[in-house]
């Protein structure tokens, strides 16, 4: 079964710090790949996402991610984090083959940042 | 545009009792979602849409049930809550396989 996997459950930084969250998933095949934020009391929204190409990606906010596919992964960078970017992130994949559309996610990552 | 709208916002329900949470979408989207948010679980699937006239079960479908009379509304049904069912409910939506998801605010539903 596809999983998707989130190590960083509760991240604290302070403002100006770098940040990286770690994704992981588990399926072989071709893969949509998205990282989506949730703020204090509101629903989620889309950061970014990788569907071909350029395996860098860039979203809004300054975020960026890459997908190496030998690795299974795509971690969430961002080079300096601000106290408006304390939220919950969550990691989530869709596989192609015998998929309906469904995304399949991580149990979410709690960035706390201090201003 | 509102895009996705969910009702109630919020909801103290007593066990047994049948709950009917609303989402409707203004996007003409094909496909529409139903997840459920539980801390440290992240957002697991319960039903899912690809178009008006079809459903399938997501990961928890048990103890719930949706419809899909036409494109903008799916809404979702608990037949007798029971505690369990305690959650954060988000309807989402999107315009096809593959494509990103538009999330409505959610339902805080409590079931006592």
């Known amino acids: 079964a596809q999983s998707v996997s989130q190590h960083n459950h509760h991240v604290i930084l302070s403002e100006a710090a770098s940040l990286e969250l770690g994704c992981n998933y588990s399926?072989?095949?071709?893969?949509?790949l998205f990282w989506y934020v949730q703020y204090p009391g509101q629903h989620l929204q889309l950061l970014l996402k990788y569907f071909s190409g350029d395996p860098l990606v860039k979203g809004i906010k300054g975020f960026e991610a890459e997908f190496i596919k030998s690795k299974f992964s795509f971690n969430l960078r961002k080079p300096s984090v601000q106290w408006s970017d304390t939220a919950e992130y969550f990691c989530a994949v869709n596989a192609y083959a015998g998929n309906t559309g469904k995304l399949i996610f991580g149990q979410g990552t709690t960035l706390q940042v201090k201003p | 545009i509102a895009g996705i709208t969910q009702a109630p916002t919020s909801q103290i329900l007593a066990a047994g009792r049948r709950m009917t949470l609303r989402c409707t979408q203004d996007m003409r989207h094909n496909a529409m979602y139903w997840y459920r948010q539980d801390l440290g679980l992240g957002l697991r699937l319960i039903h899912y849409?690809?178009?008006?006239?079809?459903?399938g079960k997501g990961e928890v479908p048990d103890g719930y049930s949706v419809s899909r009379a036409n494109t903008d509304d799916f809404p979702l049904t608990l037949a007798s809550a029971v505690p369990s069912q305690t959650s954060v409910y988000f309807c989402?939506?999107?315009?096809?396989?593959?494509?990103?998801?538009?999330f409505g605010p959610g339902t805080r539903l409590t079931v006592l």
């Open positions: 399926y072989g095949g071709t893969v949509n």
């Open positions: 849409s690809n178009t008006a006239g079809t459903t």
């Open positions: 989402a939506s999107s315009a096809g396989w593959g494509n990103e998801q538009f």
